[in-house]
C-alpha cells in the first residue's frame, strides 16, 4: 500500500523558518518524481516545489524561490521542504505527492501525481 505522511508544520513567527518531512512507504521511492503543494482556505491548490528522479532536478514556485529548498533522501523514503523567511501568506496546508510520469513542465500541476499525503498546517503569524 503506497503511503505519503507529512509532518513538520506548526506555528511559526514571520521570519522564522519551519522544515516539513515527508516519509513515503510501500514503493519504491527512488522511481517517483515529489511535489509539495499548499492549499490556503479559500484558495486554490498550488505548486510549491518539485523535485524529479535521480539526482534531482528541482523547481520552485516564483512566490517562494530563495526562500524554500526542496530535497529527497531516497535511501530513508524522505522528501523535505525547508522553508526560510517565513511569510504570513505562506500559511496553508502542505501536501507531498509522488508521480511516476512527471516531466518538466507537469512538475508544477497538481493532476499529474499519482499519490498523495494527509497534509500538514502551517500558520505563520505576523
Known amino acids: 500500500q503506497v503511503q505519503l505522511v507529512e509532518s513538520g508544520g506548526g506555528l511559526v513567527q514571520a521570519g522564522g523558518s519551519l522544515r516539513l518531512s515527508c516519509a513515503g512507504s510501500g514503493w519504491i521511492f527512488s522511481r517517483y518524481a515529489l511535489g509539495w503543494f499548499r492549499q490556503a482556505p479559500g484558495k486554490e491548490r498550488e505548486f510549491v516545489a518539485g523535485?524529479?528522479?535521480?539526482?534531482?532536478?528541482?523547481y520552485y514556485a516564483d512566490s517562494v524561490k530563495g526562500r524554500f529548498t526542496i530535497s529527497r533522501d531516497d535511501a530513508k523514503n524522505m522528501m523535505y521542504l525547508q522553508m526560510n523567511t517565513l511569510k504570513p501568506e505562506d500559511s496553508a496546508v502542505y501536501y507531498c505527492?509522488?508521480?511516476?510520469?512527471?516531466?518538466?513542465?507537469?512538475?508544477?500541476?497538481?493532476?499529474?501525481?499519482?499519490?498523495w499525503g494527509q497534509g500538514t498546517q502551517v500558520t505563520v503569524s505576523s
Open positions: 505527492a509522488a508521480g511516476g510520469r512527471i516531466n518538466g513542465v507537469s512538475v508544477r500541476i497538481g493532476s499529474s501525481y499519482d499519490y
Open positions: 523535485i524529479r528522479q535521480s539526482g534531482g532536478t528541482t
